[in-house]
């Protein structure tokens, strides 16, 4: 740690034991003497910077004190390694000071101090918090009065409450939001530094990398934060309605502090609440945190779900859940654990009392990207060629009753705008390109039948029945199709996608549900109407000859690295067909 001396304005470098040292805490402005200017033996007293210097010096000197700390000047920014260590230490450093000096350069006269704009600045955030003891001085160097003179309207002006500005409170009591609230309205010149300034006040540390962006930087501290504190009210912020509007889905993470703003009067429950679950994990599939999802009541799409956190509103009763931190979260896939958050300007409260008359739901994990994105690239189903399911068919004969056996087959018959490809002698898929107008939705027409939001491309595969004939003791099926009765037709088994129905939010479907139904026929007139909702489909489980029945299992599966629905028929006893 380099000091300045106040008497000689020279630097000194100190390993350990340091010496008792004043600070500077000031916003930068033109001309500062830096770290160069001093090496160099440059001319500084020409710079419009160095009255700052020589000025808080001699004030550090008055009041005893033979070191000053000074970041203009202190640190070799030309240094990565050194400059990072310096910002990772430098909340330590204010807080080791005997005495801060902060100097308000826009303030003189009978102006408040609040008015300054050093008020608004993010550095200046630890170095008002950390010292304990701060004496202001104006643009004249007066003296403008100490941090526990001003402490009532200093607290007014942030919202920092006054056991955290005169330090008799731990910072890591503090809830994260509130914290991150105190830094809600403050800028820095550079974006990173929105992040860079508060590593002090949660007590973390991580390398800088100037040129990633404020949006990166801030993210990388909030996961700092979450792998080294259980704190869930670092998910405690919220949108402006309007701005809520510019994207569907959202992350766990606020993209910047002052998506904190309104986020100062929340407390961490003194017990914990009703939810438990393993601990939130940094992954490359996104944050994986452990919830209990209660269903959102009015969502038709059965899609979105409340999460209740372990951060309420402060009051008289704080381990009460009435008052309880909710956001809603939306599935993003079909078979993936993927979520987003939605609409974060809208926050719900669940009363303690309505959740302990209802069954507990099962806590599971999940994950959600910091950019969540729909998840489903599903690009249409894959089929087995030699799919069969057996079943026995009774008949009478001369000889008396009779137990004859069969199978039903599902033959591949795929029509356009259906593209099948092999994938191996007896698999099958066909893809289809389902553009933005199929997939897109009218959330908004709750009038609207289920079943005219079914797209338009339909895969069609025929289901025969055939008995099979015993000849020197083995069964072999007969060549024409088998007709036990005349009621009974071979049906087509029609399988699609549909849109989900409108979700409680209004936001955008994620993904397509797929769809099969049995039907009696694949004419285009009985297609259309079955897309047009004038036709209900029929029942999703087949009786074959013989009294036998089954249904069809669509599971994902990946297959050159691309994601189909697997068609599978299923007995109804639960026995997959061969």
Request: charged share 25%; hydrophobic share 35%; proline share 6%.
């Amino acid at each position: 740690m380099r000091l300045l001396h106040t008497e000689t304005l020279r630097l000194e470098f100190f390993q350990a034991d340091f010496p008792q040292y004043a600070v500077l805490s000031h916003r930068w402005e033109e001309e500062e003497v830096t770290y160069e200017d001093i090496r160099t033996g440059r001319d500084v007293a020409q710079l419009r910077g160095y009255s700052k210097l020589q000025m808080s010096a001699q004030i550090a000197k008055a009041a005893g004190y033979d070191y000053i700390w000074i970041d203009t000047c202190c640190i070799d920014k030309s240094s990565s390694a050194e400059l990072s260590e310096a910002i990772n230490s430098m909340f330590k450093w204010y807080k080791a000071a005997a005495d801060c000096i902060a100097y308000l350069s826009d303030i003189e006269g009978s102006r408040s101090i609040v008015e300054s704009r050093w008020f608004s600045r993010g550095w200046t955030l630890q170095e008002m918090i950390a010292p304990r003891q701060v004496n202001f001085y104006d643009r004249y160097w007066e003296p403008r009065g100490s941090k526990g003179d001003w402490k009532a309207a200093i607290q007014e002006h942030t919202g920092i409450p006054s056991d955290a500005l005169d330090g008799s409170v731990d910072l890591g009591t503090i809830p994260i939001c509130c914290k991150m609230s105190w830094a809600a309205g403050r800028v820095t010149t550079r974006g990173e530094d929105v992040a860079y300034c508060l590593l002090g006040i949660f007590n973390v540390n991580m390398p800088l990398l100037y040129g990633e962006g404020q949006d990166k930087a801030y993210r990388r501290l909030q996961e700092t934060i979450v792998r080294e504190n259980d704190d869930e009210s670092i998910f405690a912020w919220t949108v402006p309605p309007g701005e809520a509007l510019d994207a569907d889905f959202w992350g766990l993470l606020a993209p910047s502090p002052a998506y904190f703003r309104g986020s100062r009067n929340y407390s961490i429950p003194r017990f914990k609440t009703w939810r438990t679950g393993d601990p939130v994990e940094i992954t490359n599939r996104g944050l994986k945190v452990s919830l209990a999802l209660c269903p959102v009541p009015e969502d038709k799409s059965r899609t979105q779900f409340l999460a209740v956190f372990n951060c309420s509103q402060s009051s008289e009763h704080s381990t009460s859940a009435a008052n309880s931190f909710t956001i809603t979260l939306q599935k993003l896939s079909k078979f993936e654990d993927q979520y987003a958050r939605v609409r974060p300007d809208m926050i719900r409260s669940i009363d303690s009392m309505v959740l302990m008359g209802q069954a507990e739901p099962a806590v599971r994990p999940i994950f959600v990207r910091s950019d969540p994105r729909p998840t489903d690239p599903v690009l249409g189903f894959c089929a087995d060629k030699s799919q069969k399911v057996h079943f026995d068919f009774p008949t009478n004969s001369h000889h008396g009753p009779v137990v004859l056996k069969g199978f039903t087959n599902i033959e591949l018959e795929a029509s356009k705008p259906w593209l099948c490809q092999k994938v191996t002698d007896s698999r099958q898929v066909y893809s289809v390109e389902l553009s933005k107008d199929k997939a897109s939705v009218e959330t908004q027409d709750k009038t609207s039948s289920l079943n005219s939001k079914k797209l338009d491309a339909i895969l069609r595969l025929r289901c025969r029945s055939f008995l099979l004939e015993e000849a020197d003791g083995n069964f072999q099926a007969r060549c024409s199709p088998f007709q036990p009765r005349p009621s009974y037709e071979d049906p087509y088994l029609l399988l699609g996608f549909e849109a989900l129905p409108p979700n409680a939010m209004g936001t955008p479907s994620a993904f397509l549900k797929p769809w099969y139904a049995f039907n009696s026929s694949s004419e285009p007139e009985a297609i259309q109407a079955i897309l047009s909702g004038e036709s209900l489909l029929e029942q999703s489980v087949h009786t074959a000859p013989g009294h036998s029945r089954f249904r069809i299992e669509l599971k994902a599966t990946t297959l050159n690295f691309r994601t189909f629905y697997e068609v599978n028929a299923v007995s109804y006893t639960g026995e997959s067909g061969t």
